[in-house]
Protein backbone atom coordinates (compact mmCIF):
# COMPACT_ATOMS: atom_id res chain seq x y z
CA UNK A 1 0.00 0.00 0.00
CA UNK A 2 1.26 3.60 -0.78
CA UNK A 3 2.22 5.56 2.09
CA UNK A 4 0.22 8.93 2.12
CA UNK A 5 2.76 10.83 3.60
CA UNK A 6 3.84 11.11 -0.48
CA UNK A 7 2.90 9.79 -3.52
CA UNK A 8 5.45 8.16 -5.43
CA UNK A 9 6.04 10.11 -8.89
CA UNK A 10 6.67 8.29 -11.87
CA UNK A 11 7.48 4.97 -9.76
CA UNK A 12 7.53 2.51 -12.81
CA UNK A 13 9.41 4.72 -15.41
CA UNK A 14 12.00 5.36 -12.18
CA UNK A 15 12.56 1.73 -11.35
CA UNK A 16 12.62 0.78 -15.02
CA UNK A 17 15.34 3.45 -15.70
CA UNK A 18 17.19 2.83 -12.56
CA UNK A 19 17.84 -0.96 -14.47
CA UNK A 20 18.34 -2.54 -11.22
CA UNK A 21 19.23 -6.29 -11.03
CA UNK A 22 19.36 -8.90 -7.66
CA UNK A 23 22.90 -8.06 -5.13
CA UNK A 24 22.99 -4.01 -6.28
CA UNK A 25 23.98 -1.44 -4.12
CA UNK A 26 21.93 1.16 -4.26
CA UNK A 27 21.18 4.94 -2.94
CA UNK A 28 17.65 6.60 -2.87
CA UNK A 29 19.00 10.18 -1.94
CA UNK A 30 15.17 11.67 -1.37
CA UNK A 31 13.38 8.99 0.98
CA UNK A 32 10.48 10.83 1.82
CA UNK A 33 7.38 8.64 2.50
CA UNK A 34 9.72 5.49 1.14
CA UNK A 35 7.53 4.88 -2.03
CA UNK A 36 10.33 4.86 -4.24
CA UNK A 37 12.38 2.63 -2.04
CA UNK A 38 9.63 -0.30 -1.52
CA UNK A 39 10.27 -0.67 -5.25
CA UNK A 40 13.83 -0.56 -5.24
CA UNK A 41 13.81 -3.34 -2.55
CA UNK A 42 11.82 -5.51 -4.45
CA UNK A 43 14.11 -5.80 -7.34
CA UNK A 44 17.35 -5.68 -5.08
CA UNK A 45 18.13 -9.75 -4.02
CA UNK A 46 20.62 -9.39 -1.51
CA UNK A 47 21.93 -5.88 -2.07
CA UNK A 48 21.73 -2.98 -0.20
CA UNK A 49 19.88 -0.07 -0.75
CA UNK A 50 21.17 3.70 1.28
CA UNK A 51 18.69 5.68 1.98
CA UNK A 52 19.09 9.86 2.55
CA UNK A 53 16.62 12.33 4.33
CA UNK A 54 17.35 15.45 6.49
CA UNK A 55 13.49 15.59 7.25
CA UNK A 56 12.52 14.33 11.08
CA UNK A 57 9.25 13.29 9.49
CA UNK A 58 10.96 11.25 7.27
CA UNK A 59 12.74 8.87 9.76
CA UNK A 60 9.17 7.85 11.15
CA UNK A 61 8.53 6.42 7.45
CA UNK A 62 11.59 3.84 7.65
CA UNK A 63 10.70 0.48 6.06
CA UNK A 64 11.64 -2.26 8.26
CA UNK A 65 14.20 -4.46 6.37
CA UNK A 66 17.91 -5.31 6.84
CA UNK A 67 19.02 -4.36 3.55
CA UNK A 68 17.48 -0.35 4.03
CA UNK A 69 19.95 1.86 5.83
CA UNK A 70 18.55 4.85 6.27
CA UNK A 71 21.23 8.13 6.53
CA UNK A 72 19.12 11.43 8.44
CA UNK A 73 21.39 13.57 6.59
CA UNK A 74 21.00 15.59 3.21
CA UNK A 75 22.27 13.73 0.37
CA UNK A 76 25.01 16.70 -0.37
CA UNK A 77 27.10 14.70 2.25
CA UNK A 78 26.70 10.94 0.20
CA UNK A 79 30.48 10.88 -0.31
CA UNK A 80 30.42 11.12 3.32
CA UNK A 81 28.49 8.73 4.33
CA UNK A 82 28.96 6.32 1.77
CA UNK A 83 32.69 6.07 3.26
CA UNK A 84 31.35 5.67 6.17
CA UNK A 85 29.88 2.33 4.64
CA UNK A 86 32.62 1.71 3.76
CA UNK A 87 30.90 1.92 0.02
CA UNK A 88 33.15 2.24 -2.86
CA UNK A 89 30.95 2.19 -5.60
CA UNK A 90 27.20 1.39 -6.34
CA UNK A 91 25.07 0.52 -9.26
CA UNK A 92 22.43 3.25 -9.37
CA UNK A 93 21.43 6.74 -7.65
CA UNK A 94 17.51 8.03 -7.31
CA UNK A 95 16.58 11.34 -6.68
CA UNK A 96 13.32 12.82 -6.31
CA UNK A 97 13.73 16.32 -5.64
CA UNK A 98 10.18 17.50 -4.74
CA UNK A 99 8.85 18.42 -1.56
CA UNK A 100 7.08 15.46 0.23
CA UNK A 101 3.15 16.28 0.01
CA UNK A 102 3.13 15.46 3.64
CA UNK A 103 5.47 18.90 4.30
CA UNK A 104 2.67 20.95 1.92
CA UNK A 105 0.15 19.60 4.09
CA UNK A 106 1.27 19.96 7.37
CA UNK A 107 0.32 24.01 8.40
CA UNK A 108 3.60 24.96 10.87
CA UNK A 109 6.20 23.49 8.47
CA UNK A 110 5.22 27.02 6.52
CA UNK A 111 5.94 25.29 3.32
CA UNK A 112 2.61 26.05 1.76
CA UNK A 113 0.27 29.36 1.34
CA UNK A 114 -2.45 27.59 1.89
CA UNK A 115 -2.72 27.29 5.41
CA UNK A 116 -2.12 30.20 8.16
CA UNK A 117 1.56 29.11 10.19
CA UNK A 118 5.34 30.06 10.74
CA UNK A 119 7.24 31.10 7.80
CA UNK A 120 9.85 28.01 8.55
CA UNK A 121 10.56 26.33 5.31
CA UNK A 122 13.43 24.40 7.05
CA UNK A 123 13.82 20.55 5.72
CA UNK A 124 15.82 19.88 8.73
CA UNK A 125 14.14 21.39 11.27
CA UNK A 126 17.51 21.97 13.51
CA UNK A 127 18.88 24.22 11.12
CA UNK A 128 19.05 27.97 12.17
CA UNK A 129 18.10 29.79 9.02
CA UNK A 130 14.29 29.96 8.45
CA UNK A 131 12.32 31.87 6.58
CA UNK A 132 10.92 34.60 8.83
CA UNK A 133 14.74 35.04 9.08
CA UNK A 134 15.12 35.40 5.23
CA UNK A 135 11.96 37.99 5.28
CA UNK A 136 13.18 40.43 8.10
CA UNK A 137 16.76 40.30 8.23
CA UNK A 138 17.86 39.89 4.67
CA UNK A 139 18.95 43.22 2.51
CA UNK A 140 16.94 44.49 -0.22
CA UNK A 141 19.42 43.42 -2.84
CA UNK A 142 19.45 39.64 -1.47
CA UNK A 143 16.09 39.83 -1.43
CA UNK A 144 15.46 40.79 -4.77
CA UNK A 145 18.09 38.42 -6.06
CA UNK A 146 16.56 35.47 -4.34
CA UNK A 147 13.45 36.22 -5.85
CA UNK A 148 14.46 37.03 -9.27
CA UNK A 149 17.15 33.88 -9.18
CA UNK A 150 14.90 31.41 -7.72
CA UNK A 151 11.72 32.10 -8.40
CA UNK A 152 12.38 34.03 -11.62
CA UNK A 153 9.81 36.97 -10.59
CA UNK A 154 9.76 39.19 -12.68
CA UNK A 155 8.70 42.48 -10.64
CA UNK A 156 11.03 41.85 -7.69
CA UNK A 157 11.79 45.20 -6.81
CA UNK A 158 8.27 46.40 -6.21
CA UNK A 159 7.92 43.37 -3.94
CA UNK A 160 10.81 43.39 -2.13
CA UNK A 161 9.59 47.11 -1.30
CA UNK A 162 6.29 46.43 -0.27
CA UNK A 163 8.19 43.86 2.04
CA UNK A 164 10.84 46.23 3.46
CA UNK A 165 8.19 48.46 4.04
CA UNK A 166 5.89 46.05 6.08
CA UNK A 167 8.97 44.77 8.41
CA UNK A 168 9.58 48.35 9.41
CA UNK A 169 5.95 48.27 10.71
CA UNK A 170 5.94 44.87 12.26
CA UNK A 171 8.13 41.66 11.89
CA UNK A 172 6.80 39.37 8.75
CA UNK A 173 5.94 36.33 10.92
CA UNK A 174 3.67 33.94 9.12
CA UNK A 175 2.68 32.39 5.94
CA UNK A 176 -0.70 34.49 6.23
CA UNK A 177 0.98 37.78 6.72
CA UNK A 178 3.80 37.25 3.61
CA UNK A 179 0.29 36.17 1.58
CA UNK A 180 -0.89 39.12 2.32
CA UNK A 181 2.02 41.38 0.88
CA UNK A 182 2.38 39.25 -1.83
CA UNK A 183 -0.71 39.38 -3.06
CA UNK A 184 -0.89 43.04 -3.76
CA UNK A 185 2.02 42.11 -6.34
CA UNK A 186 0.74 39.33 -7.83
CA UNK A 187 -0.84 39.53 -11.91
CA UNK A 188 -4.25 39.31 -12.08
CA UNK A 189 -5.38 35.94 -12.97
CA UNK A 190 -2.17 33.98 -11.59
CA UNK A 191 -1.95 34.83 -7.83
CA UNK A 192 -1.62 31.05 -6.96
CA UNK A 193 1.20 30.94 -9.51
CA UNK A 194 2.92 33.74 -8.15
CA UNK A 195 2.20 32.82 -4.23
CA UNK A 196 4.05 29.72 -5.49
CA UNK A 197 7.21 31.17 -7.40
CA UNK A 198 7.62 33.43 -3.96
CA UNK A 199 7.61 30.68 -1.34
CA UNK A 200 9.37 28.50 -3.91
CA UNK A 201 12.09 31.26 -3.89
CA UNK A 202 11.94 31.28 0.04
CA UNK A 203 12.37 27.44 0.22
CA UNK A 204 15.56 27.00 -2.01
CA UNK A 205 17.02 29.75 -0.12
CA UNK A 206 16.11 28.77 3.32
CA UNK A 207 17.31 24.56 2.56
CA UNK A 208 20.72 25.89 0.48
CA UNK A 209 18.48 23.60 -2.41
CA UNK A 210 20.82 24.24 -5.27
CA UNK A 211 23.94 24.59 -3.93
CA UNK A 212 23.43 20.89 -2.29
CA UNK A 213 21.78 19.63 -5.58
CA UNK A 214 25.64 20.53 -6.85
CA UNK A 215 27.21 18.83 -4.00
CA UNK A 216 25.11 15.52 -4.30
CA UNK A 217 25.64 15.17 -8.75
CA UNK A 218 29.37 15.83 -8.20
CA UNK A 219 29.80 13.55 -5.83
CA UNK A 220 27.73 10.79 -7.89
CA UNK A 221 30.29 10.97 -10.41
CA UNK A 222 32.70 9.29 -7.65
CA UNK A 223 30.42 6.67 -6.71
CA UNK A 224 28.47 5.26 -9.31
CA UNK A 225 29.85 2.41 -11.33
CA UNK A 226 30.51 2.03 -14.90
CA UNK A 227 27.31 0.93 -16.90
CA UNK A 228 25.65 2.01 -13.90
CA UNK A 229 22.73 4.58 -13.89
CA UNK A 230 21.96 7.98 -12.35
CA UNK A 231 18.00 8.97 -12.41
CA UNK A 232 16.56 11.91 -10.94
CA UNK A 233 13.23 13.71 -11.20
CA UNK A 234 13.17 17.30 -11.19
CA UNK A 235 10.40 19.70 -10.60
CA UNK A 236 11.22 23.35 -11.27
CA UNK A 237 13.65 24.93 -14.19
CA UNK A 238 16.57 25.78 -12.04
CA UNK A 239 17.02 22.35 -10.43
CA UNK A 240 16.24 20.59 -14.30
CA UNK A 241 18.65 22.94 -16.14
CA UNK A 242 21.36 21.74 -13.87
CA UNK A 243 20.49 18.14 -14.11
CA UNK A 244 20.08 18.53 -17.62
CA UNK A 245 23.81 20.15 -18.27
CA UNK A 246 25.07 17.64 -15.64
CA UNK A 247 24.23 14.66 -17.60
CA UNK A 248 24.91 16.30 -21.00
CA UNK A 249 28.35 17.42 -19.95
CA UNK A 250 29.47 16.46 -16.74
CA UNK A 251 30.04 20.14 -15.80
CA UNK A 252 26.72 22.71 -14.65
CA UNK A 253 27.50 25.14 -17.50
CA UNK A 254 26.35 22.19 -19.76
CA UNK A 255 29.89 22.99 -21.51
CA UNK A 256 30.52 19.62 -24.07
CA UNK A 257 34.22 19.61 -24.42
CA UNK A 258 35.19 16.83 -27.46
CA UNK A 259 38.69 15.27 -28.02
CA UNK A 260 41.11 15.68 -30.57
CA UNK A 261 38.93 13.51 -32.93
CA UNK A 262 35.98 15.60 -32.26
CA UNK A 263 34.06 13.36 -30.19
CA UNK A 264 32.30 13.93 -26.87
CA UNK A 265 34.04 13.83 -23.55
CA UNK A 266 31.21 13.05 -21.15
CA UNK A 267 31.16 11.05 -18.02
CA UNK A 268 27.35 10.04 -18.91
CA UNK A 269 25.48 8.61 -21.93
CA UNK A 270 22.30 9.68 -22.01
CA UNK A 271 19.33 6.83 -21.70
CA UNK A 272 16.28 9.21 -22.45
CA UNK A 273 17.34 12.02 -24.92
CA UNK A 274 13.33 13.77 -24.61
CA UNK A 275 12.73 14.09 -20.74
CA UNK A 276 10.24 11.85 -19.57
CA UNK A 277 7.10 13.16 -17.55
CA UNK A 278 4.05 11.39 -16.32
CA UNK A 279 1.07 10.14 -18.06
CA UNK A 280 -1.88 12.17 -18.07
CA UNK A 281 -3.72 9.60 -15.65
CA UNK A 282 -0.99 10.06 -13.40
CA UNK A 283 -1.25 13.55 -12.97
CA UNK A 284 -5.38 13.03 -12.80
CA UNK A 285 -4.34 10.85 -9.37
CA UNK A 286 -1.71 13.07 -8.43
CA UNK A 287 -1.61 16.41 -9.23
CA UNK A 288 1.66 17.19 -7.81
CA UNK A 289 3.13 15.43 -10.11
CA UNK A 290 2.23 17.60 -13.25
CA UNK A 291 5.57 19.83 -13.30
CA UNK A 292 7.67 16.68 -12.83
CA UNK A 293 10.76 15.38 -15.56
CA UNK A 294 12.57 12.27 -15.16
CA UNK A 295 16.03 12.76 -16.24
CA UNK A 296 18.09 9.32 -16.32
CA UNK A 297 21.75 8.90 -17.86
CA UNK A 298 24.30 5.96 -17.51
CA UNK A 299 27.77 6.41 -16.54
CA UNK A 300 30.45 5.73 -19.04
Same mark, same amino acid.
Given at each position: ?7 ? *?M ?11 P ?38 ? *? ?7 F ?34 ? *? ?31 ? =??E ?29 ? %? ?5 L ?9 R ?8 ? *??? =? ?15 L ?28 F?? @? ?15 ? @? ?11 P ?7 ? %???? =?????I????
Open positions: MTNPYHIP *VPGESIQGLNLFGAQVVDATYGGGGHSRLILQQLGNGRLFAFDQDEDAAGN *VIHDDRLFIRHNFRYLRNFLRFYNVESVDAIFADLGVSSHDFD *VPDRGFSFRFDGDLDMRMNRNATLDAAQVINSY =SAQLVFIFKMYGEIKNAGRLVQEILKERNRQP %VKTTEQKEIVSHHAPGNENKYLAQ *VFQ =SLRIEVNDEMEALKDFQATLDFIKPGGRLAVITYHSLEDRICKNMK @SGNFEGKVEKDFYGNVK @SPFLLINRKVITQPDEIERN %VRAR =SAKLRAEKI
